[in-house]
Structures are given as structure tokens and as C-alpha cells.
């Protein structure tokens, strides 16, 4: 099997994630819960991979690194902490629905900047344009249908000088390219930890500016008499029993990525991605691709074959691919995909590029073999 879907979530990861998982659930309590040696384990387990988080992304205090189910978790307490009915909201018109749908259901006034793909110029100008309007913002780093890296640096910068809060969807950035706390000074930064963070499922990281408003009420392990969620971070913002477990996952993950760096990690994938697109070009197949600016995403379709069906007869030659809309409408009605959606070829660490070059010979064959039937 080769599995191309990394942009979807990480199958492959370090071998020390699934032991500190294994050894999790045969060792740690709940942190916060107890004086005795299990919940203490628990408790500096969670608390090393705050601190590993925190060295990962720029992050002063460890108290702001808030531990989620996934990114669309984190999203939604961002959401719901600075957006009611009516606040007019910035978006890029690369946005998931991890973003777009909350925002729906809290009533906010839309407006979209920035629709044409790997043009961050074009983003910028529409950016600068539209601020004025807005009260919060919010933008993808990375598009997850097309891998088209927006300028994020560029655009915190602007919502600064606008007085905008800006939240980031981090989501296909973190651990592949640099976030930056400090630097982009946002008020929130989402991102799941089953991605290029190579931890579990189930897991997830928001990085707070501001205190949030809590999403849920419930036991938090400290401030028990108070009938409202204590006052400061991470506590919060955190109800209920962590994924004790996963979080294990999760700090060997980090810390794969901190000791193999970041710009690494981006080489590895963008070399995956030039690999497939010099097998695949010239074959009559339609490739998203950008002279710069593009992590290891390729998104592709084929004029003759339904990309659902090619995803399917791949999977049944042993080739994992994503096909559709990837939950990102927004993204392909920005890219004029929108109707047919795209077959996603997404890179991984550790994919090498004989693995890719087996997964486009497959592809041309089987999409070969469809045009001559």
C-alpha cells in the first residue's frame, strides 16, 4: 500500500508515538485528579508536551498551549469566543468547513477576500482592500484542497494595523512550516495533532492570545468549589478528562518534529510534490500547481474519468488518495472546481520518492486504461 492522504491525517508516524500511547493507557490517570503516582505521571506528561508545544511554536507561557479534540474543536472555541450574530468576519476563499460552518451557525456577516489560487499577491491586495470592514478575521495558512501556502505572515500584519483579531487555521501548516506565535501576535491559532504533527487522532492544539470564552463547563481538576470554569488558562478552556493517551502520542510526535526541524520536513514533501508532477505531467491530466508557495499537496483531475472513480480504482491497486471536495467547497469554488471537485495526492515525511514514482505509474495506467475503454 501507498498511502497518499497525510493531508487527511498522518498513517505513518514515529515509532515512539504508539509506545508512549501503549504505555499511556497502562500507566497514566487523570492529571489534576489525584496526589497519587498515576495522576502525577499523567500530569507531567501533559505538562511536558505543553512545554514542547509551546518551544515548537514560539510560545512564552505553556499555560496558553489549550489541548483539544482536533482543530475543528479549537476553531469553534475561537469562534465562539469573539463572533456573535452580526460581527463582520474576514475570510479567505480557501477556508474548510471547520471554519465556514461555525461561523454560519454563530450568525456572523461574511465577506470573502482573496479567490485566485497561488496568487499571494492578489490575496494581499484584497486583504488590505476589505479590512476596513472587519471586525475578526480568520485564514487558513495552507489550503488543504490545492496545498497553496497563503501568506499568513503578510496577512497578521495587516488585521494588526487594522485593529482586526485575527484567528489562524494552522491546520495543514503546523509542524511542516514555521507558526510563529509571537510573530503573528493572533488572537487564536488552531491545529490538530493527527496531521503533520504525526500524533493521534483525537488530538489537538490551540494556541491562545486571549483568555476565550469556554465552549463547555465542567470538571477541570482545579478551582472546585467555583461554579463557573476557573479564570485562567489552560484550565479555562479545558472541561472535562484530556486525552491523556493521545496527548502521550502527541509530545513524541512534537518532538519528532522539533529534532528533524520543520524546513526539513517542507524540503522532503516539495520534493515528493515535484517528483509527481514531472510523472504525471504531459499525460493529458489537469495539475494544480504553483511556481512557489505550495506545500506537499497535489491536487489534479482528469478529463475524462470522474475523480471519485479514479480514487477508487486506485485504492483498489493499493493507492491511497483522496477524492471530492475535501470538506473545503469554499477553496474549489475559488478555484472553479467546485462541480467536480479534485482527485488529492498529499505527501508525507516518510514517503520516499520511489513510492511516489510507483503511485503515478498507477495512476497513468489505470486513468490510460479508462480512456481506451
Known amino acids: 500500500m501507498i498511502y497518499l492522504d497525510s493531508a487527511a491525517t498522518s498513517l505513518y508516524r514515529p515509532p515512539a508515538v504508539e509506545r508512549a500511547i501503549v504505555r499511556a493507557m497502562r500507566t497514566l490517570a487523570n492529571p489534576g485528579r489525584g496526589g497519587h503516582v498515576p495522576a502525577m505521571r499523567a500530569a507531567e506528561t501533559v505538562y511536558a508536551c505543553r512545554e514542547e508545544a509551546a518551544a515548537l511554536f514560539h510560545v512564552p507561557d505553556p499555560s496558553r498551549i489549550v489541548f483539544t479534540?482536533?482543530?475543528?474543536h479549537?476553531?469553534?472555541?475561537?469562534?465562539?469566543?469573539l463572533v456573535r450574530p452580526g460581527t463582520k468576519v474576514l475570510i479567505s476563499g480557501f477556508e474548510h468547513n471547520a471554519v465556514t460552518r461555525p461561523l454560519h451557525a454563530a450568525g456572523a456577516d461574511l465577506k470573502v477576500a482573496g479567490r485566485k489560487l497561488f496568487d499571494p499577491a492578489e490575496m494581499l491586495a484584497s486583504w488590505e482592500a476589505a479590512l476596513s470592514w472587519a471586525e475578526v478575521a480568520v485564514c487558513t495558512c495552507v489550503s488543504n484542497a490545492f496545498g497553496y501556502v497563503l501568506p499568513i505572515g503578510e496577512i497578521a500584519g495587516l488585521c494588526r494595523n487594522f485593529g482586526v483579531k485575527l484567528i489562524v487555521d494552522a491546520s495543514q501548516a503546523a509542524g511542516i512550516l514555521t507558526v510563529d506565535y509571537e510573530s503573528l501576535q493572533a488572537a487564536f491559532i488552531a491545529m490538530p495533532g493527527h496531521k503533520g504533527l504525526l500524533g493521534p487522532q483525537g488530538t489537538g492544539i490551540l494556541l491562545c492570545g486571549e483568555e476565550g470564552v469556554p465552549l463547555m463547563q465542567g470538571g477541570s481538576g482545579a478551582e472546585s468549589r467555583l461554579q463557573t470554569m476557573p479564570e485562567l488558562l489552560p484550565e479555562h478552556l479545558e472541561a472535562g478528562t484530556l486525552n491523556v493517551c493521545g496527548i502521550a502520542g502527541l509530545l513524541?510526535?512534537?518532538r519528532y518534529v522539533r529534532e528533524r526541524g520543520e524546513a526539513t520536513i517542507l524540503r522532503h514533501e516539495q520534493m515528493l510534490l515535484q517528483r509527481a508532477v514531472s510523472e504525471l505531467s504531459g499525460r493529458g491530466l489537469e495539475l494544480f500547481t504553483g511556481e512557489e508557495g505550495q506545500s506537499g499537496v497535489l491536487s489534479l483531475r482528469c478529463p475524462w474519468m470522474d475523480?471519485?472513480?479514479?480514487?477508487?480504482?486506485?485504492?483498489d491497486r493499493g493507492v491511497c488518495v483522496r477524492a471530492g471536495l475535501h470538506c473545503a467547497p469554499l477553496a474549489h469554488e475559488s478555484a472553479g472546481t467546485l462541480e467536480c471537485g479534485t482527485l488529492r495526492m498529499s505527501f508525507s515525511p516518510f514517503l520516499s520518492a520511489q513510492d511516489?514514482?510507483?503511485?503515478?505509474e498507477i495512476l497513468v495506467e489505470t486513468v490510460e486504461e479508462a480512456k481506451r475503454n
Open 74 to 81: 479549537g476553531l469553534n472555541l475561537a469562534i465562539h469566543s
Open 69 to 72: 479534540m482536533n482543530a475543528t
Open 307 to 315: 475523480c471519485e472513480e479514479l480514487a477508487s480504482r486506485l485504492s
Open 252 to 254: 513524541e510526535g512534537i
Open 356 to 360: 511516489v514514482k510507483k503511485a503515478c
